[in-house]
């Protein structure tokens, strides 16, 4: 009978051992490259709300544009109603001389 | 027993090994397994997280940037609107300026017209309220070369008033015949020294000066006045 055949059980665990430790040390790397993968992903939402808020900043700056020209509109014809009397009251202001 | 019990016996005893060792490799194998899930799956959560926490630290930082920019565009809009306001402001005073070139300028188109009159008593109330604020026995006039002739016209009589008002005796005028002050502004001189009528009176040792003319008056009147007209224009 050969003495080493009993030694394939053995054998056999070896090799079970050593490919145990092969597939745990194999996890740092398959966790690397899904987080590589989620980084990726990430980004991309990212940079996609990054283009989304220009845009949308972008309109916000051209409506507040707006209404400031607007504003200003108003301003200049309200008070071109009343601008006769103030140079009026300025003018008699200067003009009344308290003695 | 037999030879062949023995060897029978021993085949099964190397089968019952082989077969644990089958199971305890297989148990290896799958223990393995469960090690790399459980490993693999700390160690991309950990990674997630930190990259979680990097992109909302980023969206943070943009959206401060947001806040910080619209914060600044508001501002200058409101800049933009108080500067309009200011113009206006400084057009009214413009306009008023423009205005009083009218009070101080018919009395050269016609001496015997109501503004002429207007214009001369005007001269007089300046002179005398000048007068009050001096309290000088003896003052130094100065007006423009163009309103020398009714200045004369008007200073017994102002002299006279002040004396009145004052219960004194009448003060001694002089009249800077040398220095006059600027004449009225007009389209070639726009940006010159330029004077819309009035007098400025000093006492003798020029340590006093009352300036009374329009244009003083004017920015006197538009300063004291500025917030009434901002309530007046903008409510």
Redesign the interface.
Same mark, same amino acid.
């Given at each position: 009978m050969d003495p080493f055949k009993g030694q394939g059980g053995i054998q056999m665990l070896l090799i079970a051992e050593q490919e145990a430790q092969h597939i745990v040390s194999n996890a740092k790397d398959e966790a690397e490259r899904e987080a590589t993968e989620y980084r990726s992903h990430i980004e991309e939402e990212y940079q996609k709300s990054i283009s989304e808020n220009t845009g949308s900043s972008g309109s916000n700056v051209k409506r507040l544009e707006e209404e400031t020209n607007a504003k200003i509109k108003n301003l200049k014809k309200s008070t071109s109603k009343v601008s006769s009397e103030v140079v009026d009251m300025l003018l008699k202001y200067v003009t009344n001389i308290k003695t | 027993m037999n030879d062949a019990d023995v060897s029978k016996q #021993?085949q099964q005893m190397?089968r019952f090994? *082989?077969q644990?060792? /089958?199971e305890?490799?297989?148990e #290896?194998?799958v223990?393995?397994?469960e &090690? $790399?899930?459980i490993?693999?799956l700390q160690?991309?959560e950990a990674?997630?997280k930190k #990259? *979680?926490q990097e +992109?909302e630290r980023? /969206?943070r930082q943009?959206e401060i940037r947001?806040k910080i /920019? +619209?914060s600044m =565009? !508001?501002n200058a809009?409101r800049i933009?609107?108080l500067q309009? =306001?200011d113009d206006?402001i400084s057009?009214?005073?413009e306009?008023?300026s423009k /205005?009083?070139l009218n009070?101080s300028h018919h009395h050269h188109l016609n001496l015997l017209s109501h503004h002429h009159h207007e214009y001369r008593n005007?001269l007089k109330? !300046?002179i005398? =309220?000048c007068l009050?604020r001096l309290k000088e026995p003896s003052v130094l006039l100065r007006c423009r070369k163009d309103d020398l002739h009714l200045v004369e016209h008007e200073l017994d009589s102002a002299a006279q &008033?002040y004396a009145e008002?004052a219960n004194v005796d009448p003060p001694e005028i002089i009249v800077d015949n040398q220095v006059y002050l600027p004449p009225g502004p007009t389209h070639h001189n726009s940006h010159d020294l330029y004077c819309s009528g009035g007098v400025v009176l000093a006492s003798r040792d020029g340590k006093i000066v009352c300036e009374n003319t !329009?244009d003083a *008056? !004017?920015d006197v009147? $538009?300063r004291k006045?500025l917030p009434e #007209?901002r309530r =007046?224009?903008?409510g």
């Open positions: - | #021993i190397v090994i *082989r644990e060792a /089958e305890k490799a297989n #290896i194998s223990s393995a397994e &090690e $790399f899930n490993e693999k160690l991309v990674d997630k #990259i *979680r +992109y980023k /969206e943009v947001k /920019e +619209y =565009q !508001l809009s933009k609107v309009a =306001q206006v057009s009214m005073k306009a008023a /205005e009083l009070v005007l109330d !300046l005398v =309220q009050l &008033e008002k !329009l *008056r !004017l009147v $538009f006045k #007209i =007046q224009l903008f």
